[in-house]
């Protein structure tokens, strides 16, 4: 089964230097109907201005993973982190017992457009910890490049989840299709342009869920940027 969340259905926020889309209930918005999808809590899709940001903050008991768009992130934490993420890379935090950082759009002039994934982990505490890797444009190119995964298979980020999270480009007759095994979870969601997935057409901030599917197909590719999430249920 597939069901649809359109972009123009999320939650909206506007703060002036942060314009953000909730696909899950979050901070001023809230809907019981969308409060997180297996052990998928937070996609929010944020547009941070100039030289704005997040000032220094705690977590703690979450995966945070950071997928930019466009622009770049400046991000520090108290474990003494300090880098800047660009399109490419996926950065993984696990907050465990707790964990501040903060998070800068370091342009004097561009905005920062990425995409915030917190992932429920299968087990509280725990110490924090700091990952990034860079995928390049090949290995995304009409595929879906493993990027987060629970053992850090295939040079994938390790996150404290049965949770894999794969990234793709498509375009034009590009096409992939991955297995899904029986009660799995799958959440498939477009970060830009527009695609098919399993036949249903989505566009920029779309999003699917699936169940009971034995398999996820994306193809008919317009310039598409897509992440896919194949979760257990959240127990």
Known sequence: MITLRKSDERGYANHGWLESRFSFSFAEYHDPRHMHFGPLRVINDDFIAAGKGFGMHGHRDMEIVTYVLEGAIAHKDSLGNGAEIR???VQRMSAGTGIMHS??????????HLLQIWIVPNRAG???SYEQKFYDVAQKRGKLRLVASPNGAEGSVTI????????????GNETATLSVSPNRL????VARGSVS?????LTAGD????????SVSISNGV????????MATLQ
């Open 160 to 171: 404290q989840q049965d949770a894999k999270l794969y990234a793709g480009l498509f375009d």
């Open 126 to 128: 725990g110490p924090a």
């Open 87 to 89: 399109p490419g890379e």
């Open 103 to 112: 998070e800068f759009n370091p342009s004097p002039s561009d905005r920062t």
């Open 223 to 230: 310039d598409a940027e897509v992440l896919l999430f194949d």
């Open 207 to 214: 999003a699917a869920k699936l169940t009971a599917e034995s």
């Open 197 to 201: 997935v399993n036949g249903a057409a």
């Open 186 to 189: 799958v959440y498939v969601h």
